[in-house]
């Protein structure tokens, strides 16, 4: 009964450098999204995709690029990373428009 | 577009206190509105929703929110808190229209501090 899962954890990275961050789902659904988490801020679209295949833009996608090549999987990328990216990220999936299931978090450093 | 407002950064309260954490809402057309819990060191997990009918919603373990058209609000409550309560709180929306995807828009949090 994994749910949603996001690999890795933690990561610290140095200004410059790339990464991926994979986030997957063993419920089927449909629609995926990854969030960042700052102080007072809330969290905050950054992309999503409606299904396998598709991908569109959230509320502050500069910076990122995501991809969605099986239903069960979605990638965020970060090609080259900044201190304002440090943040949480969280992915989310849903099979509706009335409920979204949270995985535990990515916690990025950009030093 | 819509936007969420949590009113308070944070709350303070002993034990077995009530609570209320506000939220206010702007949107011009209808909405789904949701709170959700984050314990520390964890994911979001649903706390409770108002999607239609009765604006008086409960979760298992004894928080109610009631939605409230005319203020645009959806507070939260509990009569008596617990240590374990001890989270950070998010208010959220998304419009019911399109597709069936949930985009939620959030507010900044409440953290919930409850003291013995």
């Known amino acids: 009964n994994a749910g949603v899962t996001q690999t890795p954890k933690f990561r610290v990275l140095k200004t410059g450098q790339s990464m991926t961050l994979l986030c997957a789902q063993d419920?089927?659904?449909?629609?995926m999204y990854w969030y960042r988490q700052d102080p007072g801020m809330g969290l905050r679209l950054i992309h999503y995709?409606?299904?396998?295949?598709?991908?569109a833009k959230g509320e502050v996608p500069d910076g990122y690029n995501v991809s969605r090549l099986k239903k069960q999987n979605f990638l965020l990328g970060l090609e080259s990373a900044a201190p304002s990216q440090t943040s949480v990220y969280f992915c989310?999936?849903?099979?509706?428009?009335?409920?979204?299931?949270f995985g535990q978090g990515t916690r990025l450093t950009v030093v | 577009a819509q936007s969420v407002t949590q009113l308070d950064s944070q709350v303070p309260v002993f034990e077995e206190a009530p609570v209320e954490l506000r939220c206010n809402y702007s949107s011009s057309v209808s909405v789904y509105l949701f709170w959700y819990v984050q314990y520390p060191n964890q994911g979001l997990q649903l706390l409770l929703k108002y999607l239609s009918g009765s604006t008086l919603v409960e979760s298992i373990n004894g928080f109610e929110a009631e939605f409230n058209k005319s203020q645009t609000s959806f507070h939260l409550r509990k009569p008596s808190v617990h240590i374990s309560d001890t989270a950070e709180y998010f208010c959220a929306v998304s419009d019911p229209r399109g597709s069936g995807y949930n985009k939620l828009i959030f507010g900044a949090g409440t953290r919930l501090a409850v003291h013995p």
């Open positions: 989310a999936s849903s099979r509706t428009n009335t409920e979204a299931f």
């Open positions: 995709s409606v299904g396998e295949g598709t991908t």
């Open positions: 419920m089927n659904h449909e629609y």
